[in-house]
């Protein structure tokens, strides 16, 4: 059995692995348009502010690869025709395979700004390991630079930027920062800590026009507010889009919506090809179809589809939503529905005095199924239990202690918290019922 497997991220990487703990004997091809080998690309910022090297990049030793028999070939895959079972590579190679998974992840958005084509350096994204070597190339050169984009990848390079001495403007076009994520008190404390630690951000504000230098590279932006900001590094980081493009043209593309359309057993339309990670957009029966662009989520996708392509009955449901990141100091960690939440849904929102730390929790109908923390460290996996138990609000706020990881001097004190829930909770009591 012939295993062929396009990208080599965290999604195609985990599928590889997982095929030869089960196969032991089976030919199993990685190919990786990026790099030679997998790498964490949640720690590219490491890298940039000179606190890992390249090679720490990679959890794995280069000589397991080998140990387990894993093939990877450096490449970019520009044809596939499913009916002969064929990949071709942009330097001619041609790949066989009896079944494929494609795990190709996803690009940076680009949005079409006026100005933005004159400029022939100076954008940069912040998600590749070329983008990463863009930046650094631009770094030296740079005296200011303007980040567009209210996301974690943004904050992430607007503190590399930082790091290296830079003036950095921070354009987020919303009424807060992040508010799909944040709610307005927290980003309020995340926009705060920004601005202390030399970010100017700027709300409500985003890109009207690009602006050059006669030599090509970027000068400044306008913004729709009609400010001008002087930069030689404009960092676009506005979210990211399947990588799919690149299957538009091949003899046989896979049927595509946002991303690479597969079943819940990430079975695509042609087959013996299968999809997993950011490229895959799954179809739940009743549901609207999903694209889970995030690291946890890829992984897990990309155990399910090997074990799909080994035949196994895979039903893909998501798993209770999480994620941790920090904002320069400030630790986060996310659970479930918090913004996401129905209307009538019971919140408890409790800033705690004197840090920058504050805890978010919301209830429906009784159980925990979202919780945002800020400010410590926390344990996911215990709120996901929670969440998954259906616990009420006041057995996690009783046991919050056993969520808390034990860090010199981050632990919070938890007694304003239980004394802002025991007041909340009097106040639900009191309200008529329905409020």
């Known amino acids: 059995m012939r295993f062929l497997i396009i990208g080599n991220g965290v999604a195609g990487a985990t599928a590889a692995l997982t095929l030869r703990r089960r196969e032991p004997d089976a030919a199993i091809t990685l190919v990786g348009g990026e790099s030679d080998f997998f ?10 502010m000179d606190r890992l090297s390249r090679r720490d990049l990679e959890p794995y030793e280069r000589q397991a690869w080998d140990r387990q028999a894993i093939r990877r070939v450096r490449g970019r895959v520009v044809d596939l025709d499913a009916a002969n079972r064929t990949v ?52 030296p050169s740079t005296r200011e630079a303007v980040v567009v984009g209210g996301g974690l990848i943004g904050v992430e390079l607007a503190e ?70 002087p930069c030689q590094m404009l960092g676009v980081t506005i979210g990211v889009h399947p990588a799919v493009e690149w299957l538009v043209g091949v003899t046989t593309p896979p049927a595509c919506g946002r991303g690479i359309l597969v079943r819940p057993d990430f079975a695509t339309s042609l087959p013996g090809v299968w999809a997993a990670g950011d490229c895959a957009e799954i179809q739940l029966p009743g549901e609207v179809p999903l694209v889970e662009q995030i690291w946890y989520s890829a992984r897990r996708q990309g155990e399910l589809a090997a074990r799909a392509m080994l035949g196994d009955p895979i039903e893909y449901r998501p798993p209770i939503f999480c994620n941790s990141a920090k904002f320069f100091e400030i630790e986060y960690t996310t659970v479930g529905m918090v913004m996401q939440a129905p209307a009538d849904a019971e919140e408890f929102y409790c800033p705690v005095p004197g840090r920058e730390a504050s805890i978010r929790l919301v209830a429906y109908r009784g159980a925990l199924i979202g919780c945002n923390l800020l400010g410590a460290r926390w344990n996911h996996a215990l709120f996901e239990r929670w969440i998954a138990e259906r616990r009420p609000l006041d057995y996690v706020v009783g046991h919050l202690g056993e969520a808390q990881f034990d860090v010199e001097f981050g632990r919070l004190d938890l007694s304003c918290i239980r004394e802002a829930f025991r007041q909340h909770a009097q106040t639900r009591q009191s309200q008529p019922a329905g409020a």
């Open 39 to 48: 790498f964490s690309r949640t720690a590219l910022m490491y890298v940039y």
């Open 88 to 139: 071709r590579l942009a330097s001619g190679d041609t790949l066989s395979y009896d079944r494929l998974l494609l795990a190709t992840g996803s690009l940076p958005n680009r949005i079409p700004w006026p100005g933005l084509e004159a400029a022939r350096e100076g954008v940069a994204h912040f998600v590749t390991l070329q983008d990463l070597a863009e930046c650094e190339r631009l770094t």
């Open 160 to 229: 590399c930027l930082v790091f290296h001495g830079k003036r950095v403007t921070f354009l987020v076009r919303e009424p807060w920062y992040w508010p799909v994520a944040l709610g307005g008190p927290e980003s309020a404390m995340i926009s705060q800590h920004l601005r202390r630690r030399g970010v100017d951000v700027r709300l409500e504000e985003e890109v009207a026009e690009v602006l050059t230098e006669p030599g090509g590279r970027v000068g400044g932006i306008r913004s729709n507010a009609g400010r001008e900001y």
